[in-house]
């Protein structure tokens, strides 16, 4: 892992980008940082995380890192001894991490709780919607690093992706006070969504999605196939995370919409 800082003393801000390895758009957020070198008015620490699976190209290297935490410095994979060294480094931190998804252009949050500090961030950030992770969130940085915050700033590998993520680790900066906040207001009605279930994908060679990220799905409508066969909703719900290829044995996940922001 690398770890850089702008500014002097002990950090109580960090972005942490590249915790799976096929989603540079985190290590360039936090190169644009720091080749831009920006004045600061409090530090902070600028993470890269699994540079040993950015190299080989690979989300990860032995284990997804992102369900790995707390992890064990004297653990048997790598993921696990990176994930401990992250939560002893930055887990006091107020932490902005980003992400790239398969299934959605543009940048949302996801946080696994809607605390006081994320009703303040989250509308800063220029992102569409706001999920709560509610109970899925075994294993994920926020186990480590409480006061974090994800955000997924577009397709995997885009440089959309990267631009978002440069983009959004700014307007973090700002709302935390870091850098000066942006004169644009925050969001007003930025719905929240929080998830539900998992759907399943049963074995197939072939998967298609209908349905659009965030858009209800009433209940007995088609949302997705398997080698043809359709996928009906048995009740209705809001798809988040939803594709046909991001995972390997779910689509993505059912959510309830279930307000705004601020």
């Known amino acids: 892992m690398r770890i850089e800082q702008l500014g002097t003393g002990e950090p109580e801000y960090a972005v942490i980008g590249s915790i799976h390895g096929d989603e540079p758009c985190g290590m360039r957020a936090v190169e644009d940082l720091l080749a831009e070198s920006p004045d600061v008015q409090q530090p902070v620490a600028l993470a890269v995380a699994n540079e040993e699976a950015l190299a080989a190209g690979e989300r990860y290297l032995e284990e997804d890192l992102n369900r790995t935490f707390p992890g064990d410095p ?14 002893e480094r930055l ?46 969130t075994d294993g994920r940085l926020f186990e480590s690093v409480p006061r ?15 631009a978002n993520a440069t983009r959004v680790a700014r307007a973090f900066l700002g709302a935390v ?12 009605g930025l719905p929240v969504f929080r ?28 949302f997705a196939a398997a080698d043809g066969a359709e996928v009906v909703a048995e009740e209705g719900f809001y798809p ?23």
Do not use: M, W
């Open 74 to 87: 004297d653990g048997d994979t790598h993921e696990s001894r990176l994930a401990a060294e992250i939560g």
């Open 91 to 136: 887990g006091e931190c107020t932490t902005l991490c980003l992400h790239s998804t398969q299934s959605y252009g543009n940048p949302f949050a996801i946080v696994d709780e809607v605390t006081d500090y994320a009703r303040h961030i989250c509308p800063r950030l220029g992102v569409d919607a706001v999920v709560d992770a509610g109970t899925e």
């Open 148 to 162: 974090t915050i994800e955000v997924e700033c577009g397709y995997q590998g885009s440089e959309t992706a990267a």
């Open 177 to 188: 006070g870091v850098l000066p906040e942006a004169e644009r207001p925050p969001a007003d």
């Open 195 to 222: 998830l539900r279930d998992p759907i399943p994908k049963g074995a197939a060679s072939e998967y298609e999605v209908y349905a659009d990220n965030f858009t209800e799905v009433p209940a007995g409508t088609a």
């Open 240 to 262: 988040v995370l939803l594709s046909p290829e991001g995972y390997e044995h779910v689509y993505g996940y059912a959510a309830d919409r279930v307000g705004t922001l601020p």
